[in-house]
Structure formats: C-alpha cells, structure tokens
C-alpha cells in the first residue's frame, strides 16, 4: 500500500503562484512515476504531470507547459508541483498520483485525496 497526502492547495489571484506537496509512504518501492491529474467541477479528470523518481524525466499537459514545473526529492520521498501564472481555468481539485507507467495515457495506482486551488480573476 503507499499512502499520498497533498498539501499547499489555496485561494490565488490570476498571475500568482502556487506550490503543491505531495508526500509519499509505504511501499513506494513498488511505483517509478509520481503524476499530479486535476479536476474541475462538471469536468473530467485530466493529466497535468508526470515525473520518473529514477531518472527525473518529466512529461506535461500542453495547457500547464511553460508555466507548470513538477519535481522530486527523493531523500523525502516528496514531489512537488510549482504552478507559476495562474489562470482561473486552473481552479481544480489536484490529485497526487503514484503508478508505473508515465504520460496522460500512463498507469497510476496510489490516489491522494486532492487538494483545492481556486484562483480568482
């Protein structure tokens, strides 16, 4: 079992910027990608990011490229996601996922319960 919990969630102006933590336990000897998907109110969950623990490859949605950086420290055990340039099109609960496979096609196994960014205009 590996357990994920997100923090950093918030309220932001438009511009602004926002970092999300997602700290992993258990047996995470068992996933090589960490990924973060979101999901909107009335929308369907869609990927963001990816990032292998091994070889720091990473992989973004085109909407959040550019502005969206995703990294790990793998001392912690901890990826993060550093969201630069907010938009109010952003407003998502942000899920923490663990799995195999990476990319928007991908395999996660492990959910954490997500955390809300809302950002204002």
């Known amino acids: 079992q590996v357990q994920l919990v997100e923090s950093g969630g918030g309220l932001v102006q438009a511009g602004g910027s926002l970092r999300l933590s997602c700290a992993a336990s258990?047996?995470?000897?068992?996933?090589?990608?960490m990924g973060w998907f979101r999901q909107a109110p009335g929308k369907e969950r869609e990927f963001v990011a990816s990032?292998?623990?091994?070889?720091?490859?990473?992989s973004y949605a085109d909407s959040v490229k550019g502005r969206f950086t995703i990294s790990r420290d793998n001392g912690k055990n901890t990826v993060y996601l550093q969201m630069n340039s907010l938009k109010p099109e952003d407003t998502a609960v942000y899920y923490c996922?663990?799995?195999?496979?990476?990319?928007?096609?991908?395999?996660?196994?492990?959910w954490g319960q997500g955390t809300q960014v809302t950002v204002s205009s």
């Open positions: 996922t663990a799995g195999r496979v990476p990319g928007p096609r991908g395999v996660y196994d492990y």
């Open positions: 258990g047996r995470t000897a068992s996933t090589a990608i």
């Open positions: 990032i292998s623990w091994f070889t720091g490859s990473t």
